[in-house]
Nanobody
Framework: VQLQASGGGLVQIGGTLRLSCAAS????????MGWYRQAPEKQRELVAR???????KYADSVKGRFTISRDNAKNTVYLQMNSLNVEDTAVYYC?????????WGQGTLVTVSS
């Protein structure tokens, strides 16, 4: 079962995007969820996580700019990204936290242009 992220695109510096990721109920209801990203020639990193109960944590690089949330009724996790900068350019993925190999989807590309 792959988790498919959506909502990426091309945006200018300072712009905003909202990513979405829908999961099956069996995955969503029993797992903490995370948003990950992989920039060109860099390792994949966890940028935001949210527990089943709604507690959030962020990487220092996105703290104050990104907001992760989850809609339990829709089995969907979101990533609101504000004040985007060039360093945020990456493919973004959602997965459980900790991640599971079989859940990696193709991700959604976010490109921030100067």
């Amino acid at each position: 079962v792959q988790l498919q992220a959506s909502g990426g695109g091309l945006v200018q510096i300072g712009g905003t995007l909202r990513l979405s990721c829908a999961a099956s109920r069996s995955i969503f209801w029993f797992n903490d969820m995370g948003w990950y990203r992989q920039a060109p020639e860099k390792q994949r990193e966890l940028v935001a996580r949210i527990t089943i109960g709604g507690t959030t944590k962020y990487a220092d690089s996105v703290k104050g700019r990104f907001t992760i949330s989850r809609d339990n009724a829709k089995n969907t996790v979101y990533l609101q990204m504000n004040s985007l900068n060039v360093e945020d350019t990456a493919v973004y993925y959602c997965n459980t936290d900790p991640s599971r190999i079989g859940y990696w989807g193709q991700g959604t590309l976010v490109t921030v242009s100067s």
